[in-house]
Nanobody, 124 residues
């Protein structure tokens, strides 16, 4: 059974930073592409960042380029999202997602498993 558990969300002031973590509990984590999505109130879920199995190939949504960094630790079955220079528009529930079969990182249909999400709130 695949489990993805996010943590690290919270309330932060504009300009601040947070690091989200996702603990994955499936044995093929090291072979899976992983991603972060977010959903703000009243909006659709949107892609934030993705990383291939090796951690060497990453892909970002334009609105986070230069501010967010996705990384992974395959030895620990962990996925991370470092978020810098946060602004109120980044307020959302952030979800970790797993694509064991890989695929284009920015497309939701490649992700088979999703976590429950962690709330990030950025105050102005």
């Amino acid at each position: 059974q695949v489990q993805l558990v996010e943590s690290g969300g919270g309330l932060v002031q504009a300009g601040g930073s947070l690091r989200l973590s996702c603990a994955a509990s499936f044995p093929t984590f090291a072979d899976a592409a992983m991603g972060w999505y977010r959903q703000a109130p009243g909006k659709e879920r949107e892609f934030v960042a993705g990383v291939d199995w090796s951690g060497k190939l990453t892909y970002y949504a334009d609105f986070v380029k230069g501010r967010f960094t996705i990384s992974r630790d395959n030895a620990q079955n962990m996925l991370y999202l470092r978020m810098n220079r946060l602004n109120p528009e980044d307020t959302a529930v952030y979800y970790c997602a797993a694509a064991p079969s890989g695929g284009p990182l920015q497309y939701a249909h490649v992700y088979d498993y999703w976590g429950q999400g962690t709330q990030v709130t950025v105050s102005s």
